[in-house]
C-alpha cells in the first residue's frame, strides 16, 4: 500500500510529459512546465550562462506566474489549484517550499507575520518533514531567492531590476554568473513567465499552438546565444555546511528587520 502510495504521490511529473507536444523542443517544453531534467545539455548551459535556469526547474517562479492568471479565484481555491500543479512537477524541493509559504501566508496573516518571520516558519515545517532538503542545493538557492524578495528594493521604481539584482548578489556564491544575466532576468524572465509557459501549458490541450510556441523557442534560443557566458567558477564547491550560509543570512535578517520597521515607520511621520 505504501509503495503503491509513493507511486501515486510522485507520478504526476511523469503523467505531465505524456501531455508536452513530441516536436524537437520537447525536452524544453517538459523542464519548463513539468520540471524535468533538460536532456540536452547545449540547451541546459546556455540557460545556466544567462541565469535563467531557474525557469528550467519549477520553482516560486512558476507558481508566481500562474497566481498572476488565477487573481479572480479566492485564495483557498488558488492554494489547491497550485498544490495540484505540484503534483504535476513532481514535487519538487523548491516548488514545494513556494507552496508551503503560501499556506503559512495564509495561516498567518492574522497574527500579521512579517515575510521573514512567513520564511523562517515555512523553513521550520521544511525541515519537519524533510529535514534532507537542507542539503539540496536547488532548495537552498530558492531559499535565498526568498531572501531577496523581502529585501527592500535598491530601486523602488525598478522593482524587477531590484529583485534581479538581490537575486544575483545572493546566488552567486552558488552560481557565478556575467552581470548581464541581470539585464537578462529583467527582460526576459517576464516574457517566458506572461506568455512562454502559459502558451506550452495550452500546446498540450491545443495542439495547432505547437506551430507558435516551437518557433518561440527556437527565437528564444537564437537571443540567449548572444548573451555573455558565465565565468569559470573553480573556486566554489558543495558541501554538507553549505546551508548555514542562507541560514545565517536569514537570522541576521530577522534581527534587522525591527530596525528597517522603525526607520520606515518614522519616514512615513
Not at 554568473?177 to 516574457?191: E, F, G, K, Q, Y
Amino acid at each position: 500500500m505504501n509503495l503503491e502510495f509513493g507511486y501515486l504521490l510522485h507520478h504526476g511529473a511523469e503523467y505531465c510529459q505524456t501531455w508536452m507536444p513530441q516536436t524537437k523542443h520537447f525536452g524544453l517544453y517538459s523542464a519548463l512546465v513539468c520540471g524535468q531534467s533538460v536532456t540536452d545539455g547545449s540547451h541546459r548551459q546556455l540557460f545556466i550562462d544567462t541565469g535563467l535556469i531557474h525557469l528550467l526547474v519549477v520553482s516560486g517562479a512558476h507558481l508566481h506566474f500562474m497566481e498572476g492568471w488565477l487573481k479572480w479565484m479566492p485564495a483557498r481555491g488558488r492554494l489547491w489549484l497550485l498544490g495540484f500543479y505540484c503534483w504535476l512537477s513532481g514535487f519538487g524541493a523548491p516548488v514545494v517550499r513556494a507552496w508551503l509559504r503560501r499556506l503559512c501566508e495564509l495561516l498567518c496573516r492574522r497574527f500579521g507575520g512579517s515575510p521573514l518571520q512567513i520564511e523562517l516558519v515555512t523553513l521550520v515545517l521544511i525541515v519537519a518533514v524533510s529535514p534532507g532538503w537542507l542539503w539540496s542545493r536547488s532548495f537552498l538557492m530558492c531559499w535565498l531567492c526568498a531572501l531577496a524578495i523581502c529585501l527592500p528594493p535598491l530601486f523602488p521604481r525598478w522593482p524587477n531590476l531590484s529583485l534581479s539584482l538581490a537575486c544575483y548578489l545572493l546566488l552567486f556564491p552558488f552560481c557565478p554568473s556575467a552581470p548581464s544575466t541581470i539585464l537578462c532576468n529583467v527582460v526576459v524572465t517576464p516574457v517566458i513567465g506572461a506568455v512562454l509557459f502559459p502558451l506550452c501549458a495550452l500546446a498540450a490541450l491545443i495542439p495547432p499552438l505547437v506551430v507558435v510556441t516551437d518557433e518561440m523557442w527556437r527565437v528564444l534560443l537564437i537571443v540567449l546565444e548572444h548573451f555573455p557566458v558565465a565565468p569559470p567558477a573553480p573556486f566554489i564547491t558543495f558541501n554538507s555546511w553549505l546551508f548555514l550560509y542562507p541560514l545565517s543570512l536569514h537570522m541576521l535578517l530577522l534581527l534587522m528587520e525591527v530596525p528597517w520597521r522603525r526607520a520606515r515607520a518614522f519616514a512615513s511621520c
